[in-house]
Structures are given as structure tokens and as C-alpha cells.
């Protein structure tokens, strides 16, 4: 049985005495890439940030890697990495120097054109974050959210504004933080990302959970359902000729 990293009980957050976040239950499995969807409101990115320690709980508990998260958020934000909606850095500090002063937050100190390399950065190590794309930035924060080596990643709808091809190798950097051994936890909008990269999925809606299984067995319980739809295979979408006509190469 995988170990469970991730346990959230009865987690409660009110706002204006509403109930953003109504007595969720959760676990997430050690080494998975688990996803929380649902539409605008719905209490994902509150979730998200009580886990991470950014917003205080309201009610219920919840604990990652065994530890106590209201008890013990210092020791909490040493064992998770976090990519924000919208990352910032220094315009002014080269990408080397943004990786090494993230590593000596802290206490470790790491080769910083290793990690740039990584996430296909290598050739702007001496580059100022001014001069990123924004995907450019999406995978430095990936970079810098590893330099300690966490045991869980967090990332809030991290490919949204990105170009087809910037997407596509961002969902290889996800899968390659999987393969080192880090459990990642996800927000998204694109059903067909969360579809292709997540092991399993919580839909939320109204601050609940109100399915929660692995894509494959959701589509199936649907289908089981009775559900139907105008039969229509189409051996390409309009997303692959778009890869097709320029190509998967990243354009930086």
C-alpha cells in the first residue's frame, strides 16, 4: 500500500461567514501527481495555500509527511516546494545568482548551471530575470522550488498564458518532479492537462469535494451513468497540427 504524505481532515476556512472551504476530507498518495479542479470559487486555491502554510485553518486539521501543519509551519516550509501563479524575481540578478540565493534561504548551497540545465534554462544562466518569457519563468520557478529538495510540490494553474509548446515541456518538467521522487499537488482549468498528468483528481465545487478518483475511473462512472454524446473520433485536434506546423521545439 503507498504511504500516505498528504492528510487533510475536516479542513475548514470561513470568509464573511461563508464557508469557502466546508469540511474537506483528503490524502494524497506519496510519489503522485494528484490534482484539484474545479470552476472559479471553488476553494482550490485556498486549499492550496492552507497546505502551504500562507493562510490560517479555520477548523479541521492537516498534517504533510507526518507533521502537524498548524502546529509546526516552520518545519513545513522545509519540506515543500511551491510554484506560484504568477512567479516574480529580482529584475536585476542573473538566473545563477536567483538559484544560489534560493539554495542559501535554505542552508544548502548547489550548482546552479545543473539546475538551469534541468529545465532547459542552461544557456540563460547569466541572464537577468527581466529578460524571461513567461514561460521562461514558470521553469525557473520550478528550478528554484527544488533547490532544497522537497518532498511535496506545489503548483496553482502553472500553465495558464503559455504557448502550446511552452505547455507541452512544462508538463515534462512536472512528470521529471514526479520521477525525483516528489509528490506534486496541482491546480488547473485544463481538464485535458489534468487528464494526461495526474494520477488522480479532487473536483470541488461550493468548498466540497464531490468526486475525487483517477481520470480514467471518473470518465467510466460518467459513462456508467448513462452519459452519451455525438460519437466523433478524430485522429488530430487542432492543438497537434499547431505542434506539427512549428514545431515542439521550446521558442525562448
Not at 31 to 50: C, R, S
Not at 207 to 214: E, T, Y
Not at 236 to 245: E, G, K, P, Q
Request: hydrophobic share 40%; net charge neutral.
Amino acid at each position: 500500500m503507498s504511504e500516505i504524505i498528504l492528510r487533510i481532515k475536516n479542513l475548514k476556512k470561513i470568509y464573511d461567514n461563508k464557508a469557502v472551504v466546508n469540511e474537506i476530507n483528503l490524502e494524497v498518495k506519496k510519489g503522485e501527481i494528484f490534482g484539484i479542479l474545479g470552476p472559479n470559487g471553488a476553494g482550490k486555491t485556498t486549499t492550496l495555500e492552507m497546505i502551504e502554510t500562507m493562510r490560517t485553518i479555520d477548523g479541521g486539521s492537516i498534517s504533510l509527511a507526518g507533521i502537524d501543519i498548524s502546529k509546526h509551519p516552520d518545519k513545513i516550509k522545509k519540506i515543500i516546494g511551491v510554484q506560484p501563479q504568477t512567479p516574480a524575481f529580482q529584475d536585476k540578478q542573473k538566473l545563477t545568482e536567483i538559484i544560489e540565493m534560493f539554495a542559501a534561504a535554505y542552508g544548502e548551497k548547489v550548482n546552479a548551471q545543473e539546475f538551469l540545465n534541468e529545465v532547459q534554462l542552461g544557456e540563460k544562466a547569466n541572464s537577468y530575470a527581466e529578460q524571461l518569457s513567461g514561460g521562461q519563468k514558470q521553469r525557473l520557478s520550478i528550478a528554484v522550488a527544488l533547490v532544497h529538495n522537497p518532498k511535496a510540490f506545489f503548483l496553482d494553474e502553472p500553465t495558464t498564458g503559455l504557448d502550446p509548446q511552452a505547455r507541452r515541456n512544462l508538463w515534462e518538467l512536472i512528470k521529471m518532479v514526479r520521477d525525483r521522487g516528489v509528490t506534486v499537488i496541482m491546480t488547473t482549468h485544463y481538464l485535458d492537462e489534468a487528464e494526461l498528468l495526474c494520477d488522480r483528481v479532487a473536483i470541488m465545487d461550493h468548498g466540497k469535494i464531490i468526486a475525487l478518483d483517477s481520470p480514467k475511473n471518473l470518465i467510466m462512472q460518467l459513462l456508467k451513468r448513462g452519459f452519451k454524446k455525438a460519437q466523433k473520433v478524430e485522429q488530430a485536434s487542432l492543438d497537434d497540427v499547431f505542434i506539427d506546423l512549428t514545431g515542439k521545439a521550446l521558442r525562448d
